[in-house]
């Protein structure tokens, strides 16, 4: 029932930014912790970070700890990433996840019911 879309991936330079947006529809945006993965060629998604239903804690994989931000806006159904300092290495597709309706976060990609359809992120050597 619940849809998501991401954007705002793209071609960058190492060192640029990028903001990823994820709109939400088919459900209580409010209900739903969000995260986001990404997944490279040949590697297994990762995880990279989720937000709480309300915004009040996030929490961060060490791998991009101090460079990426999520966000979210309650009243416009959407979450963010946004991306600083980037490498070649976080060349991926980017995805975002819902939780189940009423269900907190969670690092593990099992635990999440609704997926995008993801947004590549090149980052240039």
């Not at 619940?2 to 190492?14: F, I, M, P, R």
């Not at 791998?63 to 976080?90: C, H, W």
Request: charged share 15%; hydrophobic share 30%; with cysteine.
């Amino acid at each position: 029932q619940v849809q998501l879309v991401e954007s705002g991936g793209g071609l960058v330079q190492t060192g640029g930014s990028l903001r990823l947006s994820c709109a939400a529809s088919g459900g209580t945006f409010s209900r739903h912790a969000m995260g986001w993965f990404r997944q490279a060629p040949g590697k297994e998604r990762e995880f990279l970070a989720f937000i709480s239903r309300r915004g009040g804690s996030n929490y961060y994989a060490d791998s991009v700890k101090g460079r990426f931000t999520i966000s979210r806006d309650n009243a416009k159904n959407t979450v963010y990433l946004q991306m600083n300092s980037l490498k070649p290495e976080d060349t991926a597709v980017y995805y975002c996840a819902a939780s189940p309706p009423d269900y907190s976060g969670s690092t593990s990609r099992s635990w999440y019911a609704y997926w995008g359809q993801g947004t590549q992120v090149t980052v240039s050597s």
